[in-house]
């Protein structure tokens, strides 16, 4: 029952924070604020996670892939194909409702228990509007280049790893990054990501909103804002990969 | 002027508000005074619609802003100039850009009329020198200061201030009080105090309404707080061992 309670909280601050801005001017201002905070910030994160996990990738890859009917370009088309469906889009967007989600719940929920955000309704502000929806157009706009960003970098990573480790040969993995390659799935890639940022920044925008208390309470919605939006991100990953990759759906 | 009709507000089974009737004039500075948790602030959130009222309503110079819709709320709220108890600076901006932000929100001004508002306002309150500084690098009654500049950045009808002397030391409060008074003389604003400082009751109030039982228990001047026979004012005025010699030296004749 207090799902469905939290549900329509949810919808009603969406609905005042889905509003004409007050002035464009400011609101511009604020989303080219939000894609330097939200989006330039996770950058380096996002960086170094995609190299590492693309690594990673092809070193499984290549000590499981021991059958002599597998092909040994297989390495490169396991890490391109699940940098491109699953690590960036998914496992990098959970990162970023651990690092973008929880400062957007302890940004607002620490306006919202200091009063700031009733000073901003005084004077006739509608916080919503002012404090969410920039955040939520910077993030849908700055996620995809982030994903693509990740899956470049992926991709360098295995390389880097081929390199290194020698397990797969260059040329092997060269070949396999670019066999049968379905650029539909960068596509779907971008659509999740556009999905999840979506989630990640209205999740944790309400559970800072509706922060009441002290410091303990700011921190404990900084929590749920990551722990919901990743069981949204998971949920809405497999709706969506029903939607757009099982044939015939 | 502010009228607050027939004003109820309950939290669950605690009925905080059960008919608050007041009024609140125009020019003046009003104080809502009452012990610890008899629902001033609850009544000073449900005038600037912060609370919804369960019955009642607020009038602003007669416009009814209870039965207003959102919008036409906006309209009222701009007229608005409002002190929180903590101050409610916004943390991540400086002193120059929190007196700046009502009038970037709601004007047309150029940035060098903004510069020259903000400037006046920091000036009127004293402020010299500390623009470029965060909330948390300010003392508390500087704070308090830039929040009331903030206030009156857009020439507001009606200032709200919430406990204007809470956690100051005597001087400041002072300071603070002299500041709220001069402003609405100055700006002919309609002026609402909460306060439980007797010293500032007696330093700035032209009209006390006294909150008890969740109703306004009495109202008057000043003057008039210092004659009641009223036993529940007459026991929240003289609780401090000041306020009692004050209340000798009135028997004898002194003060006012």
Known sequence: ?249 | MIEGVGIKKSFGDNHVLSGVDVKLHKGKVNMIIGKSGTGKSVLLKALVGLHEVDEGKVLFNDRNFTAMNYKEKKVIRKEIGMLFQSGALFDSLTVEENVKYPLEMFTEMTPEEMHERVDFCLNRVNIKDSNQLFPSEISGGMNKRVAIARAIALNPEYLFCDEPNSGLDPQTSILIDTLIQDITREFNTTTVVISHDMNSVLEVADYISFIHDGIVWWEGTKEDILKTDNKEVVAFVYASEFMKNLRSERLKGGYF
């Open chain 1, 1 to 249: 029952m207090q799902l469905f309670t939290h549900l329509g909280a949810y919808f009603l601050l969406m609905l005042r924070a889905f509003t004409k801005p007050d002035k464009y001017k400011v609101f511009f201002r604020r989303i080219v604020e939000e894609i330097e905070l939200i989006g330039l910030g996770s950058i380096s994160i996002v960086s170094i996670l995609s190299i590492f996990m693309g690594a990673v990738m092809l070193i499984q890859a290549a000590n499981n892939f021991s059958s002599p009917w597998v092909p040994a370009y297989a390495e490169g088309v396991a890490a391109r194909d699940s940098m491109i469906l699953e690590f960036s889009p998914t496992i990098i967007c959970m990162v970023l409702a651990g690092k973008v989600g929880s400062s957007i719940a302890g940004q607002i929920g620490t306006m919202k228990v200091t009063e700031q955000i009733n000073a901003m309704e005084i004077m006739g502000v509608n916080p919503p509007n002012y404090l969410i929806l920039p955040k939520v157009i910077a993030s849908m706009f700055f996620f995809p280049f982030l994903v693509i960003l990740s899956i470049f970098l992926g991709i360098l990573g295995g390389y880097i790893a081929t390199v290194l480790t020698g397990l797969v040969t260059v040329e092997n993995y060269i070949y396999g990054i670019q066999f049968d390659y379905n650029p539909f799935y960068v596509t779907y890639a971008i659509v999740k990501s556009v999905f999840f940022a979506f989630l990640i920044t209205t999740i944790a925008s309400y559970h800072g909103y509706n922060t009441r208390g002290g410091a303990k309470e700011v921190g404990s919605s900084s929590t749920k804002a990551v722990v919901y939006s990743c069981i949204a991100i998971l949920l809405f990953d497999v709706i969506l990969t029903q939607l757009m990759l099982t044939p015939g759906s």
